[in-house]
Every structure is written in C-alpha cells, then in structure tokens.
C-alpha cells in the first residue's frame, strides 16, 4: 500500500510540474516571446491545457474574477500541495 501512495504521491508532484508549464508557456504566449502559431508550440500548449483544464474549470466556477488575473493555477498548485504532503502521508500512517 505505501509503494501505491508513494507512486500517488509522484504522480501528484508531477502534475504540479505540468501546471506550472501550463502557466508559464501562457505567460510566454501572452508576450510574445514564443511564436503561439509555431506548430510545435501550439501542439505543446493545447496538450498542457487538456491536461490541467479539467480541474481549473470547476475551481474558475467558484472563484471571482479578479481583473483578468486568473488565480486558479494557484489554488489548484496549493490543493496538490496539501494533498502531496498532508493527506498522503497520514493515509500511509494508517497502513
């Protein structure tokens, strides 16, 4: 059971990794300083965004809009945060 948490646990700090890519290439995007009409880029950006909308959308819902800054990257990195390093380990002490 602790080697199935631990793989959970990898998994999660990966996906952070995959959100902060997200973010960043968007900011890259956003000004210019990565072509958004290079086929290579394009193809890495929808792939990021298929990959962390889903769980943005429904955290986007319940947050207000705060002037076109989006801080549901932010929620979603600190709810993996909490999860990586406070619910894992105290199911893996109950095993």
Known sequence: MRELL???SYIIGLYTWVVIADVVLSWLMQLNVVN???????????????VTE???????RF????????FSPVVL???CYFLQSVIVPN???MF
């Open 6 to 8: 631990g793989f959970i």
């Open 36 to 50: 958004p009409y290079q086929p290579t880029v394009r193809s890495l950006a929808q792939a990021l965004h298929s």
């Open 54 to 60: 889903p769980f943005l959308r429904p955290i986007r």
């Open 63 to 70: 947050l207000p809009t705060s002037g076109g800054i989006d």
């Open 77 to 79: 990195l600190l709810a």
């Open 91 to 93: 199911i893996a002490k």
